[in-house]
């Protein structure tokens, strides 16, 4: 049968803020849409935003006010993206396309921020009926729009059909500098680059990457946080005056996405007080839960994510309070001392040093995670091109992530960043600063938990032999939990009879 030339590339269900974007920069790049929303203002406003934009051209995005409309207006084999809420939304939507007479051959792609296992288990329950796919998407509402990071993971015949479409959405960089080529406005051509998306693995593991993506951009956030508090509270300084020191360092090594915005919302002054905007905010931290599912897995998994762990607790920590403000009043700290002039920019020099290796520590504990994922889950996960897909369109996207890169390019079998011949240097360079900005935080009573967890873990990683040979004769005595022998074959286990007089040692 000849094809249907007016029927839509793409079905969209899910026009709030990031589906809106995803699907104009989908139009952007010569698909046709079809778009849904139960809220149908959302449908209309879509509409509306696009011919604003573009004139009275012919319409690039279809309105369809339900289910059975959209499938109606799509060419088969039907490609349905989803932006919506993540967790019973979706398997809504998936029930909803299944009566409405989904096909085996179609692919349904989950573009929210679901839970990784939540995914493995959806797309076996949809098999047969439809072939369920994810994409992970970092980048925000602008992102969206120009040019997202995405994180695609499930079936590999799904992938073929949807590669040459997010190859065409995604963030691009210069494949020579591994910068980003950024478009900001529809009047700007589309950038020619290298795109910042690539096939994750199986059902489930583009969500637990992106997972721990936001797992990062919470340690990041973090430590760049504590910086501004310690500029702030030990140096009195205001925040325009941290604004530029921030300027300063991202012209350099702590160049992000992060910092340029960081820049901005210390300069942005409130027009109803006249006072700056970040005093007018309430210090309580809100967060969606993907910090909190890392955390959990590195639990789960045993691996030791400290500083993003640390900053979910600074979150956690943030929201009590009325017994903060009680605490103020009752709880003493140190009387600090003016510093000088000399004294006042070596503490700023330290604090971008501390950021700075505090920074390199967040990233090798994601990358650390993601690792003994893998393994544990057979993913076979690309770290270098999972590094490269970080290089723009992201939050954490940072030229730091270059050097992430050419370390996992160099030595694919890298256990972790750390030992790294370009981080071995950095850190070594910079750890003395490091060492000084937690000190004088430390002395002037200010909370620098996601420098100190950094530094505890570089210190600890670095440790030959660690005072746990002492926690595990505890566990013994009061536990029958037995230890190894260092004069032993790894795996034997012994126990100390503690209650015994005589206190001999048996082989379990």
């Not at 179609?106 to 288990?121: A, H, K």
């Not at 309580?284 to 994510?305: H, R």
Request: aromatic share 8%.
């Amino acid at each position: 049968m000849a094809a249907q030339p007016n029927l839509c590339d793409i079905g969209f269900i899910g026009l709030g803020v990031m589906g809106k974007n995803i699907a104009l920069n989908l139009a952007d790049n010569g698909y046709k849409i079809a778009g849904f929303d139960l809220d149908h203002t959302k449908v209309a406003s879509l509409i509306t935003q696009d011919t604003l934009e573009r004139g009275e051209q012919s319409p690039r995005i279809e309105p369809c006010h339900s289910f059975t409309e959209l499938l109606s207006k799509l060419k088969a084999p039907h490609l349905i993206i989803l932006s919506v809420p993540a967790g019973q939304a979706v398997d809504d939507v998936c029930h909803k396309l299944i009566d409405a007479g989904i096909c085996a051959d179609d692919i349904v792609v989950d573009t929210g921020n679901s839970l990784w296992t939540d995914t493995i288990e959806r797309e076996k329950s949809y098999n047969g009926k439809f072939l369920f796919f994810t994409t992970a998407i970092s980048g925000g509402e602008v992102g969206a729009r120009f040019g997202p990071s995405l994180m695609p993971s499930g079936d590999p015949y799904a992938w073929t059909r949807i590669e040459p479409i997010w190859q065409a959405i995604a963030a691009k960089v210069d494949p020579q500098t591994g910068l980003p080529l950024e478009r900001t406005s529809i009047e700007q051509p589309l950038p020619v680059g290298e795109a910042c998306t690539t096939y994750i693995g199986p059902a489930g593991s583009g969500h637990y990457v992106k997972m721990v993506h936001n797992g990062i951009e919470y340690a990041d956030m973090q430590l760049i946080c504590e910086a501004y508090h310690i500029m702030r509270e030990s140096l009195l300084m205001s925040p325009s005056e941290i604004a530029v020191v921030f300027r300063q360092w991202n012209q350099g090594l702590l160049n992000s996405y992060l910092m340029e915005i960081s820049a901005e919302v210390l300069d942005y002054v409130d027009q109803k007080t006249g006072l700056p905007l970040v005093d007018v905010i309430l210090d309580k931290a809100g967060q969606k839960g993907t910090g909190l599912w890392t955390a959990v897995s590195a639990l789960q998994i045993g691996s030791p994510a400290t500083t993003i762990a640390q900053s979910v607790f600074a979150r956690s920590l943030s929201t009590l309070k009325e017994e903060r403000v009680t605490a103020s009043k009752l709880l003493k700290g140190p009387v600090n001392s003016p510093v000088d002039e000399q004294q006042h920019q070596e503490i700023i020099t330290a604090l971008h040093d501390a950021l700075y290796c505090s920074k390199i520590c967040a990233y090798a504990q994601g990358f650390q995670l993601m690792n003994m994922a893998s393994k544990e889950r057979q993913w076979n996960l690309d770290f270098a091109a999972i590094a490269k897909i970080w290089r723009a369109g992201c939050i954490i996207r940072a030229s730091f992530l270059q050097s992430i890169t050419q370390a996992y390019q160099l030595d694919e079998e890298l256990n972790n960043l750390l030992l790294a011949p370009y981080f071995i240097e950095q850190i070594s360079l910079y750890q003395g600063n490091w060492r000084k900005a937690i000190s004088h935080a430390t002395l002037a009573g200010l909370p620098c938990g996601g420098f100190s967890s950094a530094l505890a873990y570089y210190d600890s990683y670095r440790c030959e032999r660690l005072p746990t040979s002492l926690l595990q004769g505890q566990r013994d005595y009061f536990g029958a939990h037995t230890f190894e022998r260092i004069d032993t074959a790894k795996g034997k286990k012994f126990h100390v009879q503690w209650n015994d007089a005589q206190r001999p040692m048996i082989k379990v």
